[in-house]
Structures are given as C-alpha cells and as structure tokens.
C-alpha cells in the first residue's frame, strides 16, 4: 500500500509493521505515542512481568525478528538488520508521556517527552452517598470487578465508578458505592476526593497524579504493571492486586494520612501540569516543523 501512495512523510505510533516498512522504502518517519511498541530492554521485561524473562520469551523475540527480516525478503524489499534498523526513526520522536513511565528512559535518541494532554468532557462527580474517604474509579468490568468493589466498600470507601458497557449484575447493591456509565470531568474531582482506583491506564495514572490524588491500582495488562512499577517506585500509589484484601485499609491510610506523602505528590503535580498544560501544542508544531522543513 505504501509503494502505491508513495507518502513523503509517515506518522506512526510505536507498532511494527507500518515503520518497518517505511525505513525499508527510506520514507521520513515520525512517531508518536507512549513508546510501549519498543521492544523493551531485560530489565525493563523484568519489571513488567515481576521476573526475569525466560529463554522462551528471549527466544519468541529474535524469532520475530527473523520473521520480520523474512518477510522484507520476499517481498523485495530493503533488508534491515536487526531491531536498530527496524526501529529506525529518522524523524522526531514524540512521547506524549512523561521520562518517568518511558521504559526507554535516557535511552531513545532524538526523542522528546512532550508531556500528555487530557480530554475535559464529561458531567460533574457526583457522590450518591456521604461520608467516609471518598475515590473515584475507571475499572474495566471484568470477573472480578464485583468482589473487589465488595471489599472497597467493606473498608469504608466511598467510590464513585464509571463503568463502561453493561454494567455487572450485583453493583448496584453494594453500600457506599455508585455507578455511572458516564464519563467525568476529572479536574473536578480535584478537591472532591481523595484517591483514584484504577487499571493503571496511562492516560488516567498521568492524570490522576497530575491532580495530586494518590492511585489504587488493579493492573490487567504488561503497560498496566509497568505503569504500576512507575508509581510504586515514586511512592504515589499501591498495588491492590498484588496484597490481600486484609492489607487494603493499611494501604490506603499509607497514601491519604501520609502528609509529607501528599507534599511530595503535590510537587511532582505542579512539574506535571507544567509540561502538560503546552503538549498538544507543542506536539503540532514539532510535526509542522519537520513536515515543513
């Protein structure tokens, strides 16, 4: 397809295929993105999955590689050699994050961190009942949703969940919780209430600590328990899934009646809303300029 386009410039995001087959065609890439495409360095694996990678996992890598170099072959293209030339970017590299949750840390070149922008549509948070440390949350409705939002509740949380989709049979009825399926306007919940529970999404990590509220977290997915490695190690949230529901009251007194914890969090909210109040911006004029010059 890109042989028949014949594109002058190609903005991707960190995926495979789409800027492989650019740098095999010498196409001016850019990319955009959080960086999770990148094959990630042993530690940064080790960090992910809790474990040092495998054998299997090591050897799944380089037989990707060999595919992928197969692949050009056959189809007449230029042969790259190894993931340097597959990943080569001859444009800029745009992190919409911050160095913190970047695997690659210090370890890119000719990359930006730009920050990361966020969306304020939405209604108002709105508590359905009063009382008691209130959190809002953005979990995805899975098997264990219920149970967890059970034990939530039993350690006198007051959580307002936005739940997308149908929402799961037995929800409703569990005290000092509401459901919406409503997106919110996050910045109002700023001095609304104290926690964020969540999957440890980028998007709503960033945000959340970004507004100063310490994170719940119930990882699903690699990016999630990278996410969720970032912000244990800065001291700004907790992994639930990882501890017995029997730990969780300790756990959220560690973050809401930790005050120099909240200091701390403070200070790391005003660097964040910095960069990111400019990076929506600040990515436009970077494509602009190199598309331009």
């Given at each position: 397809?890109?042989?028949?386009?014949?594109?002058?410039?190609?903005?991707?995001?960190?995926?495979?295929?789409?800027?492989?087959v650019?740098?095999?065609?010498?196409?001016?890439t850019?990319?955009?993105?959080?960086g999770?495409?990148?094959?990630?360095?042993?530690?940064?694996?080790?960090?992910?999955?809790?474990?040092?990678?495998?054998?299997?996992?090591?050897?799944?890598?380089?037989?990707?590689?060999?595919?992928?170099?197969?692949?050009?072959?056959?189809?007449?293209l230029?042969?790259?050699?190894?993931?340097?030339?597959?990943?080569?970017?001859?444009?800029?590299?745009?992190?919409?994050?911050?160095?913190?949750?970047?695997?690659?840390?210090?370890?890119?070149?000719?990359?930006?961190?730009?920050?990361?922008?966020?969306?304020?549509t939405?209604?108002?948070?709105?508590?359905?009942?009063?009382?008691?440390?209130?959190?809002?949350?953005?979990?995805?409705?899975?098997?264990?949703?219920?149970?967890?939002?059970?034990?939530?509740?039993?350690?006198?949380?007051?959580?307002?969940?936005?739940?997308?989709?149908?929402?799961?049979?037995?929800?409703?009825?569990?005290?000092?919780?509401?459901?919406?399926?409503?997106?919110?306007?996050?910045?109002?919940?700023?001095?609304?209430?104290?926690?964020?529970?969540?999957?440890?999404?980028?998007?709503?990590?960033?945000?959340?600590?970004?507004?100063?509220?310490?994170?719940?977290?119930?990882?699903?997915?690699?990016?999630?328990?990278?996410?969720?490695?970032?912000?244990?190690?800065?001291?700004?949230?907790?992994?639930?899934?990882?501890r017995?529901?029997?730990?969780?009251?300790?756990?959220?007194?560690?973050?809401?009646?930790?005050?120099?914890?909240?200091?701390?969090?403070?200070?790391?909210?005003?660097?964040?809303?910095?960069?990111?109040?400019?990076?929506?911006?600040?990515?436009?004029?970077?494509?602009?300029?190199?598309?331009?010059?």
């Amino acid at each position: 397809m890109l042989m028949q386009i014949q594109p002058t410039h190609m903005l991707s995001d960190f995926g495979l295929i789409g800027p492989m087959v650019a740098n095999c065609l010498n196409i001016p890439t850019s990319r955009i993105g959080l960086g999770f495409g990148t094959p990630p360095s042993e530690s940064v694996l080790e960090a992910m999955f809790g474990q040092t990678p495998t054998e299997e996992e090591l050897s799944i890598a380089y037989r990707i590689e060999s595919s992928l170099s197969l692949a050009t072959h056959t189809s007449r293209l230029r042969s790259l050699s190894g993931w340097s030339e597959i990943f080569h970017t001859n444009g800029p590299v745009l992190l919409v994050t911050v160095a913190d949750f970047d695997p690659y840390n210090g370890l890119r070149q000719h990359s930006e961190y730009l920050g990361a922008w966020s969306d304020e549509t939405g209604v108002e948070p709105s508590w359905g009942n009063p009382g008691g440390t209130k959190a809002f949350s953005y979990l995805t409705p899975d098997s264990k949703i219920v149970g967890r939002c059970k034990e939530l509740s039993r350690i006198g949380l007051n959580v307002l969940l936005v739940c997308g989709g149908a929402i799961p049979d037995g929800l409703h009825s569990i005290p000092r919780l509401t459901v919406t399926d409503q997106l919110l306007k996050t910045g109002s919940c700023k001095d609304a209430c104290s926690l964020v529970i969540c999957n440890a999404n980028h998007g709503l990590t960033l945000r959340s600590l970004e507004l100063g509220l310490p994170v719940l977290m119930f990882p699903r997915y690699i990016e999630h328990r990278w996410n969720t490695s970032v912000v244990q190690r800065l001291g700004f949230g907790v992994d639930l899934s990882a501890r017995s529901p029997d730990e969780w009251p300790s756990a959220v007194l560690g973050l809401v009646g930790d005050k120099e914890l909240q200091q701390r969090l403070a200070q790391y909210a005003d660097v964040l809303r910095s960069q990111n109040q400019s990076s929506l911006t600040a990515c436009v004029n970077e494509l602009i300029s190199w598309i331009e010059g």
